[in-house]
């Protein structure tokens, strides 16, 4: 039988008839299963000194309720010290990554370069732990903690609004919508930054809140199921992989995202291998820039401490110089050549290659020389290469890099 949807009325009705009689629930095609009106409003909050640190706001602002009961995230959050400028300070939401929380040296680190910014714990924890005399206790939960991460989407089964990730996300827009109602915070000038976990979060994130002005996703991207990463290979294909690409992993909304965007990632992390990388940067709209690190650590402070990271974030909301900006790396015979743009001298470039293949983490990487040739980078191909990309090194030892080619 053919059903011919011949108007909105009649689409509507099938919406209907759908929702009734399948067991997925039918949402608003790109932008998911959150009600994105509710999160968008400015969520109550109250102060707290517990985990109180210097030059911070601790705050706890409530968030959807799971199974009816009330839930509260905790936060830190600050400003720069100094005049608020005219048009109110530039921000930051930082998203952290597995057992992590809300860090406060995250903040300040926002803060020392001129942005306010806010760092939550998305699994109902106080940033404190217990005194259990040698021993490693848990986090302090918060009064009303809501719910904490299962393994890798492992609760795919239950009903949706009782997951994890659905919660983090929606909590994430909160942060967001909390931040752009200070008075002090030019909401036109707020991005999203993420770690790990957190960089999956920012990859969703950021084609669900087009209010954001630019995103940094550090290792976690889009595209896990079926990578061969630790994230990867623990979504199981069947109904799991299932749920995380219709309702969680960002190539559901990359096709949203239309704002500059950062990624960095290592070249032989475990966790998020590079192809994920590179197919995310590819699948968005907005203009994406690179920064693969050779051996680069898994780690929140690893994470946070590139200076290319705020140096990208001047260049989007605060008039600063633009990173190098690589456009699509090709190869002709023996030589591989990229055309770039610099808006300061270019001091170093590199051809990084890998003569390896097979699972990417387990891959061996090394540098080898490439020279600039007008508006273009070239170098030849290493005998047995299998992949090549190139970095560039500005003045300011600024380093970003090319997209790879799979040879």
């Known amino acids: ?11 509507t009705v099938f919406l209907i008839l759908v929702s009734l009689f399948s067991e ?29 640190q210097d030059g911070m706001t601790g705050i706890l602002y409530e968030s959807i309720p799971v199974n009816n009961n009330k839930v509260q995230v905790f936060a830190y959050y600050s400003a720069p010290e100094g005049e608020v400028p005219e048009e109110g300070w530039p921000a930051v939401v930082c998203v952290h990554g597995g057992g992590g929380t809300a860090f406060y040296e995250w903040v300040q680190k926002w803060n020392d370069h001129g942005y306010a910014a806010i760092s939550m714990d998305l699994e109902g924890h106080y940033p404190i732990r217990e005194v259990q005399g040698n021993k490693k206790s848990p986090r302090l939960s918060t009064e009303n903690p809501g719910l904490s991460r299962v393994g890798t989407f492992e609760d795919f089964e239950k009903p949706i609004e009782q997951q994890w990730y659905y919660h983090a996300v929606a909590q994430v827009i909160l942060a967001h919508s909390l931040l752009r109602s200070f008075p002090e915070v030019n909401p036109d000038k707020i991005g999203i ?13 950021m084609g669900i809140d087009p209010r954001f002005k630019f995103a940094i996703p550090v290792y976690g991207c889009g595209f896990l199921p079926g990578s061969d990463g630790y994230q990867g290979e623990r979504i199981r294909s069947g109904k799991q992989s299932e749920v995380v690409n219709a309702y969680y992993d960002g190539s559901a909304y990359f096709r949203n995202a239309k704002i500059p965007t950062f990624w960095l990632n290592g070249t032989t992390d475990r966790h998020f291998p590079m192809p994920c990388t590179q197919q995310s940067y590819q699948a968005i709209k907005g203009k994406s820039t690179i920064r693969y690190q050779l051996g680069m650590i898994h780690g929140h402070k690893p994470g ?35 055309s770039f743009k610099a808006s300061k001298q270019v001091k170093t470039v590199d051809l990084v290659y890998t003569s390896d293949s097979g699972k990417w983490s387990k891959r061996k990487w ?42």
């Open 1 to 11: 039988m053919y059903i011919f949807l011949k108007n909105k009325l009649v689409f």
């Open 24 to 52: 997925t629930p039918v949402y608003s095609k790109g932008k998911g299963p959150w009600n994105l009106d509710q999160l968008f409003e400015a969520p109550s909050f109250q102060k707290t000194e517990k985990a109180a």
């Open 193 to 205: 930054t993420g770690i790990s976990w957190g960089g999956i979060l920012t990859s969703t994130v």
């Open 304 to 338: 946070w401490n590139p200076e290319e990271i705020y140096a990208f974030a001047n260049s989007v909301v605060k008039n600063g110089k633009p990173l190098v900006k690589f456009k699509e790396l090709k190869s002709k015979g023996k030589e591989a050549y990229v």
């Open 366 to 407: 090394q540098n080898s020389q490439a020279s600039i040739s007008g508006p273009k980078i070239r170098a030849q191909i290493p005998a047995g290469a299998t992949c090549v990309f190139f970095t560039a090194i500005d003045k300011d030892n600024m380093m970003v890099s090319s997209d790879y080619l799979d040879l």
